[in-house]
Structures are given as C-alpha cells and as structure tokens.
C-alpha cells in the first residue's frame, strides 16, 4: 500500500523589499520546527524512498532540515509545478512524477497542500480528521495510507490518514 507525506513548508520570513516570494527563506522558528519533524519522521519510521520539492527557498530549506534524519539516497526531484499549485495540480504532480516509490514525501505550499491532504484524508481517527480539515499550520506533516492502483491512481476520497503532526505537538514552536 502506498504511504504518502505531505509536509508544508516551514515558518519562513515576509518576504523583504524587492524579494519575490519563491525567495522567501526560513526564519529560526521555521529552522527547529522543520528539524522537529525530521527527527518525528525517523522516529517513526515515516521514512520515504523519493521527494518531490518545490524549488522555491523555503520548501528547499525545509527540506535541508528534515534531510538528516532522511536516509542518504532518498531520491529528490525539485518539481516547478508544486509552488503555486492547486489541489488538482498536485494530485496530477504526484501521478508523474512518483513512480517507483512505495513511499512519497511532497514538500510544498498551503493552500494546495492542506486541499490535498483533505481531499484524500476520508478514512481513519475521526478527531486526527477533524484536527488536520480545521487547520494545516507551517511544517504540519501528514502520513496517508492510500489504496493500490499506484499513484496514478491517485484520486481524492481514497486515503486512510495514519498520522497529523505539527511542531508544535512535538514540543516546538507553534506554526501558522
């Protein structure tokens, strides 16, 4: 059964004068949450074999600090079409660019990824559903388990959420 992670970027800071979004960089809060959920991740064993990332600074960012508690060869793919991407966007990102991967962690932006995580978050823990539909904060993680088919069958309505974390359940600071 595929398990796919939907990290959101981290807490990253306003963008300053004559800098464009996709520039934006992390700020401290953002640099210990990402690192938090890193360590989650490997604690338990939410460890992915392929990344898709948006390549914009903050999602790279994230990223770098999740890294180190990733395994070394996870195979990263920096995919354009993440930043600014629709929940549509994304599912159709996730069926070209997935294949092979059992395990698939997606790094990149609200609101796409809260829509996405929603749209497939239809099965498991009621309160953990309820918890991830009210709100998807800055370096928020989501584990869902997803029916066979591959993921080019990915389609919304058909995962099962194993897990929502946030920072700030792991003792961090609070995302927004």
């Given at each position: 059964?595929?398990?796919?992670f939907?990290?959101?970027?981290?807490?990253?800071s306003p963008?300053?004068?004559?800098q464009?979004?996709f520039?934006?960089p992390?700020n401290g809060?953002?640099?210990?949450a990402?690192?938090a959920v890193?360590?989650?991740?490997?604690d338990?064993?939410f460890l992915p074999d392929?990344?898709?990332?948006?390549?914009?600074?903050?999602?790279?960012?994230?990223l770098?600090?999740?890294?180190?508690?990733?395994p070394?060869?996870?195979?990263?793919d920096y995919?354009?079409?993440?930043y600014?991407?629709?929940?549509?966007?994304?599912?159709?990102?996730i069926?070209?660019?997935?294949?092979?991967a059992d395990?698939?962690?997606?790094?990149?932006?609200?609101?796409?990824?809260h829509m996405?995580?929603?749209?497939l978050?239809h099965?498991?823990?009621?309160?953990l559903?309820?918890?991830?539909?009210?709100?998807?904060?800055?370096?928020?993680?989501?584990a869902?388990?997803?029916?066979?088919?591959?993921?080019?069958?990915i389609?919304p309505?058909?995962?099962?959420l194993?897990a929502?974390v946030t920072p700030?359940?792991l003792?961090?600071?609070?995302?927004?």
């Open positions: 059964m595929p398990r796919l939907l990290l959101r970027h981290a807490k990253s963008a300053g004068p004559g464009k979004d520039d934006r992390l809060r953002g640099r210990v990402a690192a890193g360590r989650f991740m490997a338990s064993d392929r990344i898709l990332c948006s390549p914009a600074v903050r999602t790279r960012e994230t770098d600090h999740v890294r180190p508690f990733l070394e060869d996870t195979h990263v995919v354009r079409e993440l600014e991407s629709s929940a549509e966007g994304m599912f159709r990102v069926a070209d660019h997935a294949a092979g395990r698939l962690l997606v790094v990149g932006h609200n609101p796409s990824m996405l995580a929603r749209a978050s099965d498991g823990d009621r309160d559903i309820d918890r991830l539909k009210a709100k998807y904060p800055t370096a928020a993680l989501a869902i388990d997803l029916p066979g088919g591959g993921w080019s069958a389609r309505g058909g995962g099962r194993v929502h700030e359940d003792g961090g600071p609070a995302g927004d």
